[in-house]
């Protein structure tokens, strides 16, 4: 069975910072790395590891390093996207060594699972907090479902096509949803799309698709659907996706911290 594993903007600051001044997100990503390993004998082998963008928070080469420091508790191999809060090279740098890793242009790249293909597109415009799928991923993205008709794809990008009622996040999402959307609906096969950038778990139907947003591993945007609301998170729980196949692309959301005891349900119903 094909799993794999959706991370999504651990914001990582230099060592020995908060990022915004208020969240340890070191701290926080070393939890949810922590659950993994736990829940990992609890539901088998996983394929890979996905960082759907926001890897860190000023894209700077000390945070990448951070960053790699703290995925090397991983036991699972993992590759990355880009967000807004990345920066293209460096994060190219960080990981020249990888040979999924493009060596130059967005840094998209797919990979064909057992049951579905992963394909993941770099939305990011440099200097700016929205996202534009530039010709080359749109064109990478068309030929890698082309290859494979009527084969189930998850397509991994950081900003979301569609609206959350969160003003500002939603003025900074994918400006050029139209155009994925008339791709993934030419697809024969069952498409998900999963995003980050808005660190809440949010669903909705994207043509034929199924649009889904993944929590931050560490703080979330605060769902705050007030006309000029003020632009502000909150130390919600945490989190990461599980999506596998059943017959189908079934996703989980999983808490980043899952305490380790496990009790039985006894006594009558
Ligand atoms: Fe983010
Ligand atoms: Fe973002």
């Given at each position: 069975?094909?799993?794999?594993?959706q991370?999504s903007?651990?914001?990582?600051?230099?060592?020995?910072?908060?990022?915004?001044?208020?969240?340890?997100?070191a701290?926080a990503?070393?939890?949810?790395i922590?659950?993994?390993?736990?829940?990992l004998?609890?539901?088998?082998?996983?394929?890979?590891?996905?960082v759907?963008?926001?890897?860190?928070?000023f894209g700077t080469p000390?945070?990448y390093?951070?960053?790699?420091a703290?995925?090397?508790?991983l036991?699972?191999p993992?590759?990355?996207?880009?967000?807004?809060?990345?920066?293209?090279?460096?994060?190219?740098?960080a990981?020249?060594?990888?040979?999924?890793?493009?060596?130059?242009?967005?840094?998209?790249?797919?990979?064909?699972?057992?049951?579905?293909?992963?394909?993941?597109?770099?939305?990011?415009v440099?200097g700016?907090?929205h996202?534009?799928l530039?010709?080359?991923?749109?064109?990478?993205?068309?030929?890698e479902?082309a290859r494979r008709?009527?084969?189930?794809?998850?397509?991994?990008?950081?900003?979301?096509?569609f609206?959350?009622g969160?003003?500002?996040?939603?003025?900074?999402?994918?400006?050029?949803?139209?155009?994925?959307?008339?791709?993934l609906?030419a697809?024969?096969?069952?498409?998900?799309?999963?995003?980050?950038?808005v660190?809440?778990?949010?669903?909705r139907?994207?043509?034929?698709?199924?649009?889904?947003?993944?929590p931050?591993?560490?703080h979330?945007?605060?769902?705050?659907?007030r006309?000029?609301?003020?632009?502000?998170?909150?130390?919600?729980?945490?989190?990461?996706?599980?999506?596998?196949?059943r017959?189908?692309?079934?996703s989980?959301?999983?808490?980043?911290h899952?305490?380790?005891?496990?009790y039985?349900?006894?006594?009558?119903?």
């Amino acid at each position: 069975m094909t799993r794999i594993l959706q991370l999504s903007d651990p914001h990582i600051v230099p060592d020995g910072q908060l990022a915004y001044g208020i969240v340890d997100t070191a701290e926080a990503l070393a939890t949810a790395i922590r659950t993994i390993n736990r829940i990992l004998p609890l539901i088998g082998p996983v394929d890979l590891a996905v960082v759907t963008g926001d890897l860190t928070d000023f894209g700077t080469p000390g945070e990448y390093a951070r960053f790699k420091a703290l995925m090397a508790a991983l036991p699972i191999p993992y590759r990355v996207i880009p967000g807004n809060h990345d920066r293209r090279e460096a994060m190219r740098a960080a990981f020249a060594d990888e040979d999924w890793m493009p060596k130059s242009g967005p840094i998209s790249w797919s990979i064909n699972l057992a049951d579905f293909s992963l394909i993941a597109l770099d939305t990011l415009v440099e200097g700016h907090h929205h996202g534009i799928l530039e010709g080359a991923s749109l064109t990478m993205l068309r030929n890698e479902l082309a290859r494979r008709p009527g084969k189930p794809a998850i397509v991994a990008i950081h900003h979301p096509p569609f609206n959350t009622g969160i003003i500002p996040m939603d003025i900074n999402n994918l400006h050029n949803g139209d155009e994925l959307q008339a791709i993934l609906d030419a697809h024969e096969g069952e498409t998900r799309l999963v995003c980050g950038h808005v660190h809440r778990n949010v669903t909705r139907q994207f043509g034929t698709s199924i649009g889904m947003i993944a929590p931050g591993v560490s703080h979330a945007v605060t769902l705050d659907q007030r006309v000029d609301n003020p632009h502000t998170l909150s130390l919600e729980p945490g989190g990461f996706m599980l999506h596998e196949w059943r017959s189908g692309i079934v996703s989980h959301a999983v808490a980043a911290h899952v305490p380790p005891e496990r009790y039985p349900f006894t006594g009558a119903f």
